[in-house]
């Protein structure tokens, strides 16, 4: 069984007894979490329960291990030729977090997707439908020119446009 959670603007997949880091929540080492977040859940059969966003009544609680800090990372910025240089660390506050229970408290199963059905064959035409068609004449199809009527074309436009 596992759940999708959203905290700090990012998603976890989570399972019984799993830690995980995630951004500062407040509290102190100890203290019970409740994640009401809750993306998408998997049963104890399998069966996957997804939300719009957010499953309703679903939860996942958790036990707060520590406050911690992320390692520093460096911020470094230039602009070639101009004797500009700035150096800046920067340590992410998280919050360590051992998953405790997973709950799907009103959670509703997801619907089986259904294979793709085959297009319905076409319906026969009805007479009158079938009479329209073969009244109409095809279109012409244009003609295909000569040898001899493509070197004449631009001769007969070069006169056309002299007597104008």
Known sequence: MFAVIKTGGKQYKVAKDDVIKVERLAGEAGDNVQLDQVLAITGEDGALSIG????EGAFVSATLLEQARADKIVVFKKKRR?????????RQDL???RITDIAAKGAKKAAPKKAAEPKAEAAPKSEKAEAATKKAAPKKAAAPKTETAKKAAPEEAAAKKTEE
């Not at 719009?52 to 499953?55: D, M, Q």
């Not at 101009?82 to 920067?90: E, F, S, T």
Request: net charge positive.
């Open 52 to 55: 719009a966003p957010l499953l």
């Open 82 to 90: 101009q004797n500009y240089r700035r150096k800046a660390g920067h």
């Open 95 to 97: 919050t360590v977090l």
